[in-house]
């Protein structure tokens, strides 16, 4: 059997990215958080996502009891699977859950950021830290009915390039993930609207879009004073950089892009008379 490794801390998106990496790779099958799955569906296994506590959660991801390694193990030998993706916190635990189910030695290592942007895992840390959300890679209709009062919502479709449907994932909010912090959007928006106001060549910021999955991107509309006595293009690349140093700091948000669409004001200030 040939084994894949792809680690990285929690919360970097690993799961996110998984069906799309193992596509890419021409892996049939995941292990993921003690889950066994095929093609885009969970064939075997327990997700540690459901586990009252993280002691036992980290012990089913990473196969301590024998009846779930049978389990798996026998799914494995069923499906005739020859290529096979571990996903783990670290490489030691890849290698733990390679041992562990008798997959032999792991040929290929990858980690989180030889995939995803480091826009893209700061968002993921982000989201992890403020709202609780886990992903899963398998369907919303595949997860065990006596946990649905710990899904939040269905995930999303995930296409190949070629847009062939290649799985879905689930979000829930684990027992062991009490704590979460729910930022509303209107919270980013009036960020925004208050580091413009700091701009005296700035009328108003009629409107903030931002877009946080995928690489995350922020829309901004502003209007300016008039008469123009200043250089328009470096107070655009001051307004843009102030923007993302504030999120970058003090959200851990890094934007792939900040756009302004700028407008000129109705209103004409009166110039000074002498």
């Known amino acids: 059997m040939e084994v894949f490794s792809l680690s990285g801390p929690s919360g970097t998106g690993k799961s996110t990215s998984a069906l799309t990496f193992a596509h890419k790779h021409k892996i049939p099958a ?34 301590f009891f024998e009846d779930h390694v049978k389990e798996i193990q026998m799914a494995i030998n069923n499906y005739y699977i020859e290529r096979i993706l571990i996903i783990g916190t670290s490489e030691r635990m890849t290698k733990t859950i390679a041992l562990r189910l008798n997959l ?3 040929k290929h290592y990858f980690h989180v950021e030889d995939i995803r942007s480091s826009s893209e895992i700061k968002i993921a840390q982000f989201v992890r830290k403020t709202e609780g959300k886990h992903i899963i890679p398998i369907p919303y209709k595949q997860v065990d009915p006596n946990f649905f009062k710990k899904i939040i919502l269905k995930g ?5 390039p070629k ?12 027992d062991f993930h009490r704590g979460s912090i729910i930022i509303h959007k209107k919270v980013y928006i009036d960020l925004v609207k208050i580091i413009c106001k700091g701009y005296q060549e700035i009328e108003d910021c009629k409107s903030a ?12 509309s502003i209007t300016i004073k008039q008469p123009i006595r200043f250089n328009l293009f ?18 851990n948000i890094e934007f792939s892009s900040i756009n302004l669409y700028i407008q000129m004001s109705k209103k004409t200030e009166s110039l000074p008379v002498k």
């Open 234 to 251: 470096e107070m655009s690349e001051r307004l843009q950089s102030d923007i993302r140093i504030y999120f970058l700091n003090h959200l």
């Open 209 to 220: 879009q931002f877009q946080l999955q995928g690489l995350p991107i922020l829309n901004v």
């Open 30 to 63: 995941i292990i993921d958080d003690g889950l066994l799955i095929f093609n885009g569906q969970k064939i075997a296994g327990t997700s540690a996502k459901f586990e009252k506590n993280s002691l036992t959660a980290v012990k089913r991801a990473t196969f």
């Open 104 to 106: 032999g030695e792991i």
């Open 163 to 174: 847009r062939e449907r290649i799985g879905e994932t689930t979000i829930v909010h684990p």
């Open 156 to 160: 999303r479709e995930i296409f190949s």
